[in-house]
Structures are given as structure tokens and as C-alpha cells.
């Protein structure tokens, strides 16, 4: 059976750090929706809202999808872009920890809830696997 949802992440600037394939970027809503930011073909706004049984109650999976869009949203300063360099990096081991638990959690709990429709980008896994993100602090360590 061919896959219905793939999860990517896009640790990008200035870009949701979840994406449903096809669908844009979206969150999840533990009263059984995908609710996400799309655009139709004439470039208007859609609101996708998405029946989804298996979602219901999901309350901690959605926790998880709204921690990683906070966390990501702090890890970039727009006053740097396109000048300078945006990314600031995570503000400890902790944040980072976080952000990369909650990842891992967002894939584990999609592939339980739906099996074989659901699939993981290829470069996602490797992404959130390596887990490559510098540290504001660390970073600051080794220049002192």
C-alpha cells in the first residue's frame, strides 16, 4: 500500500519545520483534524481541516508539533536575513534536547497511529538522527 502522509521536516529559515507532503505546512489537532497554512493555485489561503479519526485525543502529539514550531521559530533572527547569517542556534543542550525528542516523537506516534499510509521523508530521518544544531552557549564556550 502506497503511503497517504509523508512527514518532512524543513529546518530551513523562515519555513514551517513540518510539512505534510502535498499539503503544506500543518499541526495537528488533537480533536481529529490536520490543520494547516496551503495555498491554492490562485495563491488564496486555504485552511485545510482534514477529518482524521485516529488523531482524536491526541493531545501530546499535538503538544509535541506546537513545541518544535516554538523552538524553530526561535532559532532564527529575521533582523539578520538577507544580510547576515539568521540562524542563532539553539539557547542550550537542553532546548536542543527538546526540540530532537520532541522530533523523534512526532515520527514514532504518526508511524503507530497510521502504519503503512504513513511514510517519513528520507532526508528527515538522517536530519533529525544526527541531530547536527550547534548550541548558542557551546558556541560561545569556544570563542571565550
Known sequence: MEPLRTIKFQFDYNCAPIWLIGEGDWLISSKGYFVGDSYSLDGKPLDIREPEDRLKGEVELE??????????????????????EPYLGFENEQEKKDFFDACDYVIERMREIFGNEFSVHESTERLVNERSWGCKKAETEKKE
Not at 66 to 82: A, C, G, M, Q, S
Open 63 to 84: 503538544q509535541k508539533v506546537k513545541l518544535i514550531y516554538e523552538i524553530h521559530n526561535r532559532l532564527f533572527d529575521i533582523n539578520e536575513f538577507p544580510a547576515g
